[in-house]
Nanobody, 114 residues
Framework: QVHLEESGGGLVQPGGSLRLSCKWSGSSIYIVEWYHQPPGEQRKLVAD???????NYADFVKGRFTISRESAMRTVFLEMRSLKPEDTGVYYC??????????WGEGTLVTVSS
């Protein structure tokens, strides 16, 4: 069983930065993904990182967001810079175990507004 907890969301002005955290407990995790769900829209994959530290990004966040993993802390971070109003929404963490089972966190709200 895996439990995920996201944190770090909040209100930030356009152009600002936030760092989201996804901490897991329980079984081993192979890959962690961050998703963004804007108000009234579907979730979209933002970035993912494997247990070996290989990272991938959606085109709309490349150069602005950085995903990193601290395995000893069982935490994955999403550093978000140059935030735009369209980055507003709930950010969800999804962890996938080596055998393929996926687990979701409850999400953390990010609001980019002046």
């Amino acid at each position: 069983q895996v439990h995920l907890e996201e944190s770090g969301g909040g209100l930030v002005q356009p152009g600002g930065s936030l760092r989201l955290s996804c901490k897991w407990s329980g079984s081993s995790i192979y890959i962690v993904e961050w998703y963004h769900q804007p108000p009234g829209e579907q979730r979209k994959l933002v970035a993912d990182i494997t247990s070996r530290g290989l990272a991938n990004y959606a085109d709309f966040v490349k150069g602005r967001f950085t995903i990193s993993r601290e395995s000893a802390m069982r935490t994955v971070f999403l550093e978000m810079r140059s935030l735009k109003p369209e980055d507003t929404g709930v950010y969800y963490c999804k962890a996938i175990q080596p055998e393929g089972m996926a687990h979701w966190g409850e999400g953390t709200l990010v609001t980019v507004s002046s």
